[in-house]
């Protein structure tokens, strides 16, 4: 089970964090490149991107989907996010 949500408008870098919102938008890769699927969840307070290493696809993460995500939070330049996190769909 994962933990009590905290808003995306709270996250900071380094700490690990449980986040829950609505997959607005999903990216895949090229064919040539290192697979790599990445989410971007939108909670009401802002977004943050879950970024799967090694995946082109998981079942039922496709926009619109609830999630709940589990990992430590990174810092970008655009957006805070998750590398491989754990997670739960609906």
């Known amino acids: 089970m994962i933990a009590q949500a905290t808003p ?3 996250l900071r870098p380094r700490d690990v964090a449980a986040v829950a ?3 607005v ?3 895949v890769e090229p064919r ?3 697979p790599t699927l990445t989410a971007r969840v939108d909670d009401g307070t802002g977004r ?3 970024i799967f290493m090694g995946r082109r696809a998981i079942a039922g993460i496709e926009p ?3 999630i709940r995500l ?3 939070v990174c810092s970008t330049d655009a957006l805070p996010c998750m590398y491989n996190p754990r ?3 609906g």
């Open 8 to 10: 995306v408008s709270d």
């Open 21 to 23: 919102g609505r997959i």
């Open 25 to 27: 938008s999903i990216r």
């Open 32 to 34: 040539d490149a290192a």
């Open 48 to 50: 943050v991107e879950a």
């Open 64 to 66: 619109g989907a609830r």
């Open 70 to 72: 589990e990992g430590r």
């Open 87 to 89: 997670f739960e769909l």
